[in-house]
């Protein structure tokens, strides 16, 4: 039997990418398709999109959809199906996603991503002939009100289907003052603590995580942590609420993508048993990064420039850094205080810190593939896609033990070490303190050569692709279709 999931996001590669969200709803309907699930991805039609798309049939349209007209166009996404919401007045603008270009949000990112609900709301009720739907799968906020809308105002008549919600990150929870919600084309009786009430406010996701059949979150640590204040940010109550209702499903990674034996960003291609080939990868990034060469060790970061990420924290730790032999090499684009910060370090140390501050998924790759370790100090990570992709390409993690990074990176410890199972570096305490004890650590094992060499190839042994989550989904997927049957 084959299954047909709706899978509703607002970014997904290779089209639109802010994020890991977008690496894992590009990556998802290749994951379910070997167990049985046709899914089919719907996203906002911004310009890259529709750019991307080239010519696509329309299949259907909305005179007033939240107010504006709207299309609905049929194209594919890496061989699977497409739906693309072409709502000019909504997603036609310059700029991210989600803000202008100088990265300020959208004043109406409410009605944006409202209208991205409403839309796989009627699809999932049978609005457009020929596409049917038995499971819709809704990621982060953008995408939840879409879960609200088949609750409180479903198609007249329409079909209802079991709904899965995806927490990406909890710190982005579409909160919206009370005032937009006459405009969101719901009945009064969705305005209550069960509906789409949140703290006086509207809230998405809160929307979504309160009617979904199930809540998945992106690792199992994660899936724990946000029970508690800390984590949850104001929804942990309702998490702890859902019982078992609530899940951590490991993210994959795409092994075509991320496959350092045939990646045409890398100088030189490598696997485990050639791990000497990677020297021409830090030599292109000594080159790239205008660092001095040397075979001491160079540490990466790939990042969001932002507090959840320890970016904040890191700077203060460049001195010691330089001062343990080690060099660093960082993309990222965020926090201009950060930015700022970073390059008074760098200002300290020629030659030995480099920056480039801006987007590059090609510069990523190198990076993974020329660096000895990626440095991940996050003081909280849902999964945590970049410590995969370096266990993947022998660029030893070390890590903030939270979330998804605690679930996925095996600690240098002496007992790992011996039974030859580790596979980096976890740490606590996000803090000078933290971060310098784990350099410190680093560096000792680089300098031990072997012992280095076998952390290396136990990550790139590790098997992080999509083939156990992609199952683990498309039985979810099935239990909840049986539970309505
Ligand atoms: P998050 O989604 O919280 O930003 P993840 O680690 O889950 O963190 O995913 C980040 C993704 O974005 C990874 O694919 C990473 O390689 C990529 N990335 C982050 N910053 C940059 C950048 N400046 N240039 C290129 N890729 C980046």
């Given at each position: 039997?084959?299954?047909?999931?709706?899978?509703?996001?607002?970014?997904?590669?290779?089209?639109?990418?802010?994020?890991g969200?977008?690496?894992?709803?590009?990556?998802?309907?290749?994951?379910v398709?070997?167990?049985?699930?046709?899914?089919?991805?719907?996203?906002?039609?911004?310009?890259?999109v529709?750019?991307?798309?080239?010519?696509a049939?329309?299949?259907?349209?909305?005179?007033?959809?939240?107010?504006?007209?709207?299309?609905?166009?049929?194209?594919?996404?890496s061989?699977?199906?497409?739906?693309?919401?072409?709502?000019?007045?909504?997603?036609?603008?310059?700029?991210?996603?989600?803000?202008?270009p100088?990265?300020?949000?959208?004043?109406?990112?409410?009605?944006?991503?409202?209208a991205?609900?409403?839309?796989?709301?009627d699809?999932v009720?049978?609005?457009?002939?020929?596409?049917?739907?038995?499971?819709?799968?809704?990621?982060?906020?953008?995408?939840?009100?879409?879960?609200?809308?088949?609750?409180?105002?479903?198609?007249?008549?329409?079909?209802?289907?079991?709904?899965?919600i995806?927490?990406?990150?909890?710190?982005?929870?579409?909160?919206?003052?009370?005032?937009?919600?006459?405009?969101?084309?719901?009945?009064?009786?969705?305005w209550?603590?069960?509906?789409?009430?949140?703290?006086?406010?509207?809230?998405?996701l809160?929307?979504?995580l309160?009617?979904?059949?199930?809540?998945?979150?992106?690792?199992?640590?994660?899936?724990?942590e946000?029970?508690?204040?800390?984590?949850?940010?104001?929804?942990?109550?309702?998490?702890?609420?859902?019982g078992?209702?609530?899940m951590?499903?490991?993210?994959?990674?795409?092994?075509?993508e991320?496959?350092?034996?045939?990646?045409?960003?890398?100088a030189?291609?490598?696997?485990a048993?050639s791990?000497?080939r990677?020297?021409?990868?830090?030599?292109?990034?000594?080159?790239e990064?205008?660092?001095?060469?040397?075979?001491?060790?160079?540490?990466?970061?790939?990042?969001?420039?932002?507090w959840?990420?320890?970016m904040?924290?890191?700077?203060?730790?460049?001195?010691?850094?330089?001062?343990?032999?080690?060099?660093?090499?960082?993309?990222?684009?965020?926090d201009?205080?950060?930015?700022?910060?970073?390059?008074?370090?760098?200002?300290?140390?020629?030659?030995?810190?480099?920056?480039?501050?801006?987007?590059?998924?090609?510069?990523?790759?190198?990076?993974?593939?020329?660096?000895?370790?990626?440095?991940?100090?996050?003081?909280?990570e849902p999964?945590?896609?970049?410590q995969?992709?370096?266990?993947?390409?022998?660029?030893?993690p070390?890590?903030?033990?939270?979330?998804?990074?605690?679930?996925?990176v095996i600690?240098?410890?002496?007992?790992?070490?011996?039974?030859?199972?580790?596979t980096?570096i976890?740490f606590?305490?996000?803090?000078?303190a933290?971060?310098?004890?784990?350099i410190g650590?680093?560096?000792?094992?680089?300098?031990q050569?072997?012992a280095w060499r076998?952390?290396?190839?136990?990550g790139?042994?590790?098997?992080?692709?999509?083939?156990?989550?992609?199952?683990?989904?498309?039985?979810?997927?099935?239990?909840?279709?049986?539970?309505?049957?």
């Amino acid at each position: 039997m084959s299954l047909a999931v709706l899978s509703v996001a607002s970014e997904a590669v290779p089209l639109v990418k802010t994020g890991g969200l977008a690496d894992v709803a590009g990556a998802l309907p290749g994951a379910v398709a070997p167990h049985g699930v046709a899914m089919t991805t719907l996203l906002p039609g911004y310009p890259s999109v529709l750019k991307g798309i080239g010519k696509a049939r329309a299949l259907h349209q909305w005179d007033a959809l939240l107010g504006e007209p709207a299309r609905l166009l049929a194209a594919s996404l890496s061989g699977h199906p497409l739906l693309v919401l072409d709502a000019p007045a909504l997603f036609g603008r310059e700029g991210g996603p989600y803000g202008d270009p100088r990265g300020k949000d959208w004043a109406d990112n409410w009605r944006r991503f409202a209208a991205l609900g409403r839309a796989a709301a009627d699809l999932v009720g049978g609005a457009v002939k020929g596409r049917e739907f038995d499971v819709l799968h809704a990621h982060d906020w953008q995408a939840a009100l879409a879960i609200g809308y088949q609750r409180f105002a479903p198609v007249p008549g329409g079909k209802s289907v079991p709904t899965v919600i995806t927490i990406h990150n909890m710190a982005f929870q579409g909160v919206f003052p009370a005032e937009v919600f006459p405009q969101l084309g719901l009945p009064r009786a969705a305005w209550s603590i069960d509906g789409v009430e949140s703290y006086g406010g509207v809230g998405f996701l809160k929307t979504g995580l309160q009617s979904a059949s199930m809540i998945t979150t992106v690792s199992p640590t994660y899936a724990a942590e946000i029970r508690s204040p800390e984590f949850g940010m104001g929804l942990d109550g309702l998490i702890v609420s859902r019982g078992d209702r609530v899940m951590g499903i490991l993210n994959g990674i795409d092994t075509t993508e991320w496959n350092p034996a045939a990646d045409p960003a890398l100088a030189q291609a490598f696997t485990a048993r050639s791990l000497a080939r990677r020297k021409a990868n830090k030599r292109a990034l000594e080159s790239e990064f205008g660092l001095a060469s040397d075979d001491g060790p160079l540490f990466v970061v790939i990042s969001r420039l932002t507090w959840q990420k320890g970016m904040d924290v890191l700077p203060e730790v460049l001195d010691h850094l330089v001062g343990n032999g080690a060099r660093l090499a960082l993309l990222g684009s965020g926090d201009a205080a950060i930015e700022a910060a970073f390059h008074a370090g760098a200002a300290r140390h020629p030659g030995r810190i480099g920056l480039r501050f801006g987007y590059d998924e090609a510069l990523s790759h190198l990076m993974q593939g020329g660096g000895d370790a990626i440095l991940i100090p996050s003081r909280f990570e849902p999964c945590g896609l970049t410590q995969l992709y370096g266990l993947a390409y022998g660029c030893v993690p070390v890590v903030a033990r939270t979330g998804g990074l605690a679930d996925t990176v095996i600690d240098a410890n002496v007992a790992a070490l011996d039974a030859g199972a580790a596979t980096g570096i976890q740490f606590s305490g996000v803090d000078y303190a933290g971060l310098a004890g784990a350099i410190g650590r680093t560096v000792a094992l680089y300098r031990q050569g072997k012992a280095w060499r076998r952390i290396q190839q136990s990550g790139m042994a590790a098997d992080f692709s999509w083939a156990t989550s992609g199952k683990v989904y498309a039985d979810l997927y099935a239990r909840l279709v049986a539970e309505v049957r």
